[in-house]
Each structure stands twice: as C-alpha cells, then as structure tokens.
C-alpha cells in the first residue's frame, strides 16, 4: 500500500472496489468529451468509447489518465489506435495496473516524455 510505504498512519484505511463497468464507462466518457458535446463526437463507432474505458478494468486513476488525453483524438482513427495499442497486451503482472498509464505516457510528445 501507498499509505504504509509513505510512513502515514494506517488506522483508518479505506478499502476501495473497482468501479463497474457502467461507472467507468460514465467516468471516462465525462472526462474524455470534457469540452465538447457528444453530438460533435459522433465520428466514434458507438462501442469504442465502452471498449476503450473496459481496457481499464475499472481502475478510477487509469480512467481517468486514460481518458485526458482522450479529449484531444478527434478523429476514428485516433481513438482505434489506441484501442488497438500493443500496450495492451504487455502481461507482467506489474504493468497489468499501468497499462493506461503508458499509453499516456507514449501519446506525450517526446519533449514532454
């Protein structure tokens, strides 16, 4: 635990659940189309979105890093190139949590890296 391995005291821990996959699909979309109407968004094949935020596995901090960048993909082709990352198919059981984390990280520009 984070908590423990930054010397904080632990009395009052609080356990969270994995969000379902309704939430996270809510989740993502809020932050995803943050600044635009849906209806300009309308270029998504309508399960890509669902088949993007799944790839969280319901993870709210994945979502969400996930999903930021997401804002800025305008395009179909933008969003399946995410959904279709090799990313996803690391499987150390270390990056199982931070796959989304990593795409992010490789959809920076290298300046920003």
């Not at 659940?17 to 849906?38: P, Q, T, W």
């Not at 989304?100 to 520009?109: H, K, Q």
């Amino acid at each position: 635990m984070v908590a423990i391995g930054m010397g904080a005291v632990t009395d009052h821990v609080i356990n969270l659940n994995k969000l379902s996959d309704l939430d996270c699909l809510l989740l993502f979309c809020r932050i995803a189309f943050f600044d635009r109407e849906r209806d300009e968004s309308r270029f998504l094949d309508e399960d890509i979105e669902e088949r993007i935020a799944r790839k969280c596995d319901g993870l709210p901090l994945a979502t969400k890093t996930l999903a930021s960048p997401m804002r800025y993909k305008k395009t179909t082709r933008q969003w399946i190139d995410v959904l279709d990352s090799k990313i996803w198919e690391l499987e150390l059981v270390e990056q199982h949590v931070f796959q989304s984390l990593l795409l992010s990280y490789y959809d920076l520009t290298p300046a920003v890296r």
